[in-house]
């Protein structure tokens, strides 16, 4: 996919509506979760608040992962290099604990979605980094339980890397969709070879480029991508 003209923009395909937003090595992307207090933050305004403290302000951000009722990571998670939460290598139910599931890494040279067993033996050296599940795609080729005549629909949002690391592409359905035509916008209209799904009912998407500012109930981890705020987030 081309480079796009703002951070944000919409794409059709398949006839359903997405939004993809782009993030760039060397650019600002972090995960977010706790507070300098150690409190959940959970919203975007919170962690808008929190980037504003360093005059800087959030260009997109979504949900990134999985959560328990504590809103704590599911499986692993790494914020600036220091683990929070182990990584989880065994099946377990919901669609986290369908296999494979993954990890999603921000490098210092870019980034990597892989799949949980195969980060766990490279354990590449992750500033930021969220497990959730299942895969998307898994080295070009759809994960294998998603059935093109599914009935299952939702809302639905994650991250796919480029195949040279250096672009991550955040996606949201406008509407319910499948695991497969979710799936299919990354493999074929991405074109990523490796893509992680991040979750579905509780999808939220902050995208100032797109005038989105999705409400709902608090989070776990989000992800989001830090610019300075005189940029307005464009």
Do not use: W
Request: charged letters at 20%; aromatic letters at 10%; one cysteine or more.
């Amino acid at each position: 996919m081309p480079a796009l003209a703002a951070e944000c923009q919409s794409l059709t395909a398949e006839g359903n509506g997405y939004a993809v937003c782009e993030a760039h090595r060397g650019d600002d992307l972090r995960l977010f979760l706790d507070n300098a207090e150690g409190q959940r933050l959970g919203t975007f305004d919170r962690v808008e608040e929190k980037v504003a403290a360093e005059g800087k302000t959030l260009a997109f951000a979504m949900n990134a992962g999985m959560y328990h009722p504590d809103r704590s990571p599911v499986g692993y998670y790494v914020e600036d290099a220091e683990e929070k939460s182990r990584l989880v290598r065994s099946a377990g139910p919901g669609n986290f604990g369908l296999l494979p599931n993954g990890i999603f890494c921000i490098l210092d040279d870019g980034f990597s979605v892989q799949e949980t067993l195969a980060f766990d033996a490279a354990r590449p050296a992750c500033r930021f980094a969220t497990q959730s599940g299942p895969m998307l795609v898994i080295s070009g080729a759809l994960h294998p339980r998603f059935l093109t005549e599914s009935d299952s629909r939702f809302i639905r949002n994650g991250v796919g890397v480029s195949a040279d690391g250096q672009t991550a592409y955040f996606l949201m359905s406008d509407g319910p969709v499948t695991f497969h035509e979710f799936a299919s916008v990354f493999r074929d209209v991405l074109n990523v070879p490796d893509a992680l799904y991040f979750d579905g009912n509780i999808s939220r998407l902050y995208a100032p480029s797109l005038r989105r500012d999705d409400f709902g109930f608090p989070m776990g981890p989000i992800v989001g991508l830090v610019v300075p705020a005189d940029s307005g987030g464009n």
